[in-house]
């Protein structure tokens, strides 16, 4: 069974949740969890007969504390020393709900990026019109950034949905003010002009309308873009559950039409419901290293651990690699031929 | 009665929706429209007793042609007749769900800035949790933006919320990636800055989830980023009405529930239905210009006549040269001081 490095101490709800989580990974057998942190705060946690792993260590990183602060001074905290074990082979992925700042620091100091990755990227998941998923990257790794970067996170997505979900050939679309030619900005402008060249099924300039219509598989975009872009679909939604709950409460005749159609909304607030999804993976390192939301309850926790387990199983980091590979190369021959 | 000009044909629909907005308007006496147009065409729409002014002008932009490009070669075109007539005080503002790019130029070029507006800007309605509206500037008229820009559309969003919405000390956030200090891009890290000196009601950072919760009134972006957030906004709202619709139409039992939640249903499709808002003010032009959805209909076009003339009626654009004037002069005094 693939081994996932859990950081115990990360999130607001660790270490209970995480601890819950991880037990619940393991009872469903979808990996073996290998529980991070503070030993005296996890053990009573968990069940006498439990065969989970626990790796002790007293050091963790605050939700607060700023990463370089904590690439200085936390080299021995939970979060980096799951990074460690994965480095050294005694697991094959990481997941934490820690400060996510923290988490990608070490991630690139510890795991490495891959060569030709400037700069790894957080991918967020998103459902969409058509029953599948999309991803988003970068949901706020990097904020400022060159066109060149938005290039390389659109190999990386091409990536994770071919290899990751299974899509023979994920269409790839760049988050715009619009779909002409015309639009974008100066950074998408010139990122359009690059991707033209790059060999994915690049579809061009989308639209926020597009991102949930399901008309892309990979949405790209700069982390500032993409963290707003994240969070205004979940104030969307929750604005909307919101809207619906507050009247539906008003009038018995709503409340039957309510259970009448609770199904429907159940489906509905699990579609919406980020914990399904378990968590972020962060793209462009060497390994596996799935960052939570800060809020992460168990099932979020479990499921970040599913994902973790995938994604390790289906070796995305070396479909990565090689694929930076050749399209480092293309640029080589490229620039050869022009010289 | 306030006279508005009204481009008869511009938008997905034009001259047929936008004749029959006005002359909506025009019966609910919410304002007397001047339609701007080809004679020929509006005339046979509007019925023969109509009292509605027809002004002729032949030529008119098309939907796809450049902002530049129809600034050069259709000076004599519907909507740039419109703001003509504004000049001349002939009408008080002007209605167009014609090319929006080609709206704005000629908004700028025919009315002309206020004074200390560096670059006008669109702001958008936003419903929220609380039943009330937000606004967000800029919705896509520039997407490459200085911290100064930024700074200028919060004063004019604190203008109008403050004159145009009757809300006495609005609430204005910058839109983000985190609310904490160290969050932003270098823009809005400038722009934040910035903003701390100026004397409105600056709340700081705001996240994408808190501009559906009501917790701002105006949410201040660059064009490029509000653009993303507006269109995301609706493709988000759509998705979810998409979902419910599919499964409810599943079975007789969804049905009937349905048909208990009708009302609560129809309030929602109603309040993230941007046609009950109208259209969006380019806010920073000498004057009151109401740039409309292309795919306006009837609706939309009376409801964007009734902004228009409420912005007139409450001569936005004079509060908004006096707060412009006075920031200005906060601006020398300083400088002064420092000098």
């Not at 393991?26 to 990996?31: L, S, T």
Request: proline share 3%; charged share 25%.
């Amino acid at each position: 069974m693939i081994r996932v490095a859990v950081d115990a101490m990360g999130g607001d709800h660790a270490p209970y949740a995480i601890v819950k989580g991880a037990e619940a990974a393991w009872r469903e057998q979808i990996a073996e969890p290998v529980l991070v942190g503070d030993e005296n705060s996890i053990r009573p946690l968990l069940a006498a007969t439990s065969k989970i792993e626990v790796v002790h260590t007293p050091s963790f990183v605050e939700m607060r504390e700023s990463p370089s602060s904590a690439l200085r001074k936390k080299r021995d905290s939970s979060v980096n020393k799951a990074y460690a074990l994965q480095c050294s082979g005694d697991v094959e992925a990481v997941v934490t709900a820690g400060n996510s700042g923290a988490a990608m620091a070490f991630a690139i100091f510890t795991l490495g990026r891959i060569q030709g990755v400037d700069r790894p990227a957080i991918m967020s998941f998103h459902p969409n019109a058509k029953g599948t998923l999309s991803v988003l990257l970068d949901s706020g790794g990097n904020v400022d950034c060159k066109p060149s970067h938005l290039v390389q996170f659109a190999i990386m997505g091409h990536v994770y949905a071919k290899y990751g979900m299974g899509i023979e050939s994920p269409k790839v679309g760049l988050l715009s003010n619009g779909q002409e030619e015309t639009k974008g900005n100066e950074l998408t402008r010139e990122a359009h002009a690059l991707l033209r060249g790059v060999d994915i099924n690049y579809v061009g300039y989308i639209e926020g309308t597009d991102m949930y219509n399901g008309s892309t598989d990979v949405v790209v975009s700069d982390g500032f873009v993409g963290n707003v872009a994240l969070k205004l679909s979940e104030g969307v939604a929750e604005a909307i559950t919101t809207f619906l709950k507050e009247r539906i409460r008003k009038s018995f005749r709503r409340k039957l039409g309510y259970l009448l159609l609770s199904d429907v909304f159940e489906e509905l607030a699990r579609t919406v419901d980020y914990s399904e999804y378990g968590g972020a993976p962060l793209v462009g390192v060497n390994g596996v290293s799935i960052i939570c939301h800060g809020k992460s309850n168990e099932k979020a926790i479990k499921n970040a651990i599913a994902m973790a387990k995938d994604f390790a199983a289906k070796k995305i980091s070396a479909h990565l690699t090689e694929t930076m590979q050749q399209y480092r190369e293309s640029i080589d021959r490229r620039t050869t031929k022009e010289s």
